[in-house]
């Protein structure tokens, strides 16, 4: 009797990534965006490579001045700070081609550090195993 044992070293199916995408299609009006925002920051501060891809009405957030004044709870920081803490801690802000030009954007409209980029960018990341937070 022959036995064979088959030892195949690339079946780990336990692999993590510390890339995480945060999908944002809610605006300046709805409390989601923010806590897209706070989920986002959460990431960076727990050392995930985080990217915010704003979709839909989430590019709205991302206009120069937008969420200058919205506070959706009291208890939380404004959206302005959210944002401005998230890419100034090394976070990436992506908004969709054509979510942008649907709405009348450019990028010199937007927040400086916004980059308007397509769906390929974001399967390169999904690839290499990023998490997906959709809000």
């Given at each position: 009797?022959?036995?064979?044992?088959?030892?195949?070293?690339?079946t780990?199916?336990?692999?993590?990534?510390?890339?995480?995408?945060?999908?944002?299609?809610r605006?300046?009006?709805?409390?989601?965006?923010t806590?897209?925002?706070?989920?986002?920051?959460?990431?960076?501060?727990?050392?995930q490579?985080?990217?915010v891809f704003?979709?839909?009405?989430?590019?709205?957030?991302?206009?120069?001045?937008?969420?200058?004044?919205?506070?959706?709870?009291?208890?939380?920081?404004?959206?302005?700070?959210?944002i401005?803490?998230?890419?100034?801690?090394?976070?990436?802000?992506?908004?969709?081609?054509?979510?942008?030009?649907?709405?009348?954007?450019?990028?010199?409209?937007?927040?400086?550090?916004?980059?308007?980029?397509?769906?390929?960018?974001?399967?390169?990341?999904?690839?290499?195993?990023?998490?997906?937070?959709?809000?």
């Open positions: 009797m022959t036995t064979t044992t088959n030892t195949d070293t690339n780990d199916t336990n692999t993590t990534t510390d890339k995480t995408i945060v999908f944002l299609s605006s300046i009006d709805d409390e989601r965006a806590v897209a925002w706070t989920l986002a920051n959460a990431g960076v501060a727990n050392g490579d985080v990217t704003c979709v839909s009405a989430g590019v709205d957030v991302l206009r120069k001045g937008a969420a200058d004044t919205v506070q959706m709870n009291p208890h939380d920081p404004s959206m302005k700070e959210l401005g803490k998230f890419m100034a801690d090394g976070g990436t802000v992506w908004a969709c081609p054509p979510c942008s030009s649907l709405r009348g954007y450019t990028e010199d409209q937007f927040l400086d550090g916004v980059t308007i980029t397509g769906a390929g960018p974001v399967y390169d990341l999904i690839k290499q195993g990023a998490a997906t937070i959709c809000l």
